[in-house]
């Protein structure tokens, strides 16, 4: 039955069905719409047991539950338990046994054929007119949802960091979406390939303004031998070093007139610990910046991840609703974040006008309120 992937979790599993401490049920996004327990964490390790001691099968209904998780991470600021790990075997696990689910088997299918998640075979058009730097050693990773959803405002983060940048011709996938539905393997090959293409160029810094990008790429290079020898950073980061430099011209008392709320991106917050350098951006461009209850390594997911928006829109869009009314409740005008899965959430679902961290900071250092 394939069960290597979860085997290695029994004592973590077995601690959770000993313990039952329930405390995933305060913060999981998808326990506070669906109200089913399991839904929980601790639901879908007990789920997990049942299959270890060999009295559960893989089914359709397993399936079900199984993925309807976001992967954000939230079940473990609480537990000391890798949910996250646990989940991606499990989710794994079902794949290898046959029970696929049919949503991400098609999102799979467009990226070994097209090389992104939504079938569009322009994922490289917004390079028309973009110079890369070939005798850098920062790459600048693209990703897919920024080229593909957001192509402007990726060209006004390449603006942002400057010239120094080697782009990646036929940039692969990063593999996120595989890693986190089912298909490690798959993510694996997209990896080593990634990887040696960074040791061929003697590449010794990566730069992505995706949290996904972010997240898979830095865990795949830790668990290399490129780890003490390639730097992920997150285009936040890097211009949040350059603010000085960036609005050297403008008046610091200069700020655009508006109110803003930061929504943290689960892979960007509370998976990849960067929390400040968006923060620091807006403060500088921003009138006020008003914290959301739930923030940093608090904050409540957005409800794309894990899958969810592409099988569950129902549920994900309910999710997404909870964290723009937590916006609405700040009283800002704006609410903003550096994700594009996050801001493209937030804007289908409406109730409040969304921008994103980046666009924000070049209309202030253009001078274009």
């Known amino acids: 039955m394939l069960l290597e992937g979860l085997e290695k979790f029994r004592k973590d599993i077995e601690t959770c069905f000993g313990t039952s401490c329930n405390f995933c049920e305060k913060v999981c996004p998808v326990y506070q719409i669906q109200k089913r327990k399991t839904l929980t964490a601790r639901g879908r390790n007990r789920i997990i047991i049942g299959i270890l001691y060999d ?4 089914s359709t209904a397993m399936t079900q539950t199984v993925y309807q998780c976001t992967m954000c991470g939230a079940c473990e600021r609480w537990c000391a338990l890798p949910d996250t790990a646990i989940f991606c075997n499990f989710r794994e696990y079902l794949v290898n046994n046959g029970f696929e689910n049919d949503f991400h088997k098609k999102n799979y299918e467009n990226i070994i054929r097209y090389g992104n998640p939504y079938g569009d075979k322009n994922k490289y058009a917004w390079l028309q007119g973009q110079k890369s730097n070939e005798d850098s050693n920062t790459l600048f990773f693209a990703g897919c949802t920024y080229p593909l959803k957001s192509p402007d405002v990726l060209k006004l983060i390449i603006k942002l960091l400057g ?6 011709p036929n940039e692969p996938c990063c593999g996120s979406y595989f890693l986190r539905t089912g298909y490690k393997s798959i993510q694996m090959q997209l990896s080593e390939e990634l990887l040696n293409y960074l040791e061929k160029e003697n590449i010794k810094e990566i730069i992505t303004a995706c949290p996904g990008c972010y997240s898979t790429i830095k865990g795949s290079i830790d668990n290399s031998k490129l780890s003490s020898k390639v730097q992920v950073i997150h285009a936040t980061e890097r211009i949040a070093e350059k603010l000085e430099e960036l609005t050297g011209k403008r008046n610091k ?3 655009l007139l508006t109110k803003v709320t930061y929504h943290d991106p689960c892979h960007l917050g509370r998976l990849g610990g960067i929390f400040e350098s968006p923060r620091k951006i807006l403060k500088c461009c921003c009138e006020e910046v008003i914290e959301m209850e739930h923030n940093r390594y608090d904050a409540n997911c957005c409800g794309v991840g894990g ?5 569950f829109q129902s549920l994900s869009e309910d999710i997404g609703k909870k964290r723009i009314e937590e916006a609405r409740n700040t009283g800002a005008d704006i609410l903003t974040t550096a994700c594009p899965f996050c801001e493209l959430q ?7 006008e969304v921008r994103n961290v980046f666009e924000l900071l070049y209309r202030y250092v253009m001078n274009d309120e």
């Open 163 to 168: 010239t120094d940048l080697k782009m990646m």
């Open 307 to 311: 899958g969810v928006r592409a099988s």
């Open 55 to 58: 009295k559960l099968r893989p």
């Open 253 to 255: 008392k200069d700020k």
């Open 346 to 352: 937030f804007r289908s679902i409406g109730g409040m």
